[in-house]
């Protein structure tokens, strides 16, 4: 099958959206179909083509939100790139301009849409409009989503049940939805198949010594990921014990106001900034550290969770209906329900080595179902009935062009 994937951000840019996309078209062609990726340039602009990789970088312009950049919603020279590919179906990742582009492009060459929603947009609002008229932007957000999904795609993807429920309960969906958690190259966070005195090397460099505990979190350093909580419940922590250190490994808009907050509760020798770190690096990173955490209530899945569980971490998380599909409490993690609570929970799993341990072990297991195969063989099934769909929908019987493998597939 000949797959287009459409997205506003890919590699080298780091994100759970650019590890989804990533973790699918290594998945699908390893099950022997051909990806391409269409995505926006965010290094210049120019139209950047890498037939080897079937990469299509689009130019886009600056927005102003963080480092993101958007299109025009039909670039006709990525458009003729793009029909000599000779799709099969299209997968869409994002309602924006290159969204409108994969749904005009489909709709114009008559190829199946099948579209991810994986951000909850209502909680990101305050970007644009800095607290004023929150309401209504979330009222537009609401409507953009309905509309792009409803009205355009043939099948939806959601990551988690959380997701599900917005679009059936609160978006009154009437169309297939599907719950696909992401999946991602878990194999490459196993202790084992990193190099011991890089991590050793890694722990020097961060002054980790034998006697701290250290507790991570991976991510984007924005309002929404709920960092500060994590930061004041470390002031509390430290006066508890002075070994725990929190170890925050991600950029954004938010981290010099981190700072700012770390030198007024006066926990700069107990908290580690490291910013942006390399892709290849981030395993690295979770194998120095003894326990997961975050905070955010706005997560649509979490893949941060998935690497920690996989790094045998025990992930503590705030209770939140977006993790409840990964962790089963006290089982594979721990949830918490507020500060005190968290506080609590940290010390007793310091404290509670052989719990803690236990936790870890179930974790690394239940990470395995979350592995690139299992995530790319329940997509496809996705696009088998959007192709289904797409072929009832045309009244006069034109369809993409379909292999004969596929063919057998839809029988």
């Keep these: 099958m000949k797959i287009g994937i459409f997205s506003e951000s890919y590699k080298p840019y780091i994100s759970g959206l650019v590890t989804s996309e990533v973790m699918l078209k290594e998945g699908l062609e390893r099950l022997g179909h051909t990806v391409y990726v269409v995505s926006i340039n965010l290094e210049s602009f120019k139209y950047k083509y890498d037939e080897e990789e079937h990469l299509l970088l689009i130019p886009g312009i600056p927005i102003g939100i963080y480092d993101s950049r958007q299109t025009t919603i039909y670039p006709t020279q990525a458009a003729k790139i793009i029909k000599k590919w000779d799709l099969d179906v299209i997968h869409s990742q ?8 994969a749904r005009l492009f489909a709709k114009r060459y008559n190829i199946p849409l099948v579209h991810t929603y994986h951000t909850m947009y209502e909680d990101y609002v ?19 989503a309905k509309f792009y999904c409803e009205t355009t795609a043939t099948e939806l993807i959601v990551p988690t049940e959380k997701m599900y429920k917005l679009f059936k309960e609160q978006y009154d969906y009437k169309k297939n939805i599907h719950i696909i958690p992401t999946g991602i190259d878990i194999e490459r966070f196993y202790k084992e198949n990193l190099d011991t005195k890089s991590i050793e090397e890694l722990k020097k460099s961060l002054n ?3 006697n701290d505990f250290v507790i991570i979190f991976v991510g984007r350093l924005g309002k929404e990921k709920n960092v500060e909580f994590l930061l004041e419940a470390h002031a509390e922590l430290i006066k508890k014990n002075k070994n725990i250190k929190l170890l925050i490994v991600g950029d ?4 010099s106001n981190y700072l700012e907050i770390i030198n007024k509760l006066k926990i700069k020798d107990n908290v580690l900034l490291v910013g942006k ?9 979770y194998q120095v550290s003894n326990l997961f955490a975050t905070a955010s209530t706005t997560e649509t899945q979490g893949l941060t969770i998935i690497e920690a569980m996989a790094s045998s971490l025990c992930p503590l998380c705030i209770e939140d209906e977006a993790f409840k599909s990964m962790i089963t409490d006290n089982i594979t993690g721990i949830f918490f329900k507020d500060k005190k609570d968290y506080i609590e929970k940290v010390l007793y799993l310091i404290k509670e080595k052989e719990i803690r341990k236990k936790l870890e072990s179930q974790s690394r297991v239940q990470s395995e179902q979350y592995s690139t195969t299992t995530y790319a063989k329940k997509v496809y099934q996705v696009y088998l009935n959007a192709i289904k769909e797409k072929r009832k929908e045309d009244r006069f019987g034109i369809v993409s062009k379909i292999d004969k493998k596929i063919r057998r597939d839809l029988l």
């Design 126 to 144: 305050y970007y644009i409009t800095h607290g004023i008229f929150n309401k209504q932007a979330k009222q537009a957000v609401k409507y953009i």
């Design 94 to 101: 994002t309602e924006f301009a290159i969204g409108t582009f």
């Design 277 to 285: 770190v390399k892709w290849e690096e981030i395993p690295y990173y």
């Design 252 to 255: 954004g808009p938010d981290k």
């Design 208 to 210: 980790i010594n034998k």
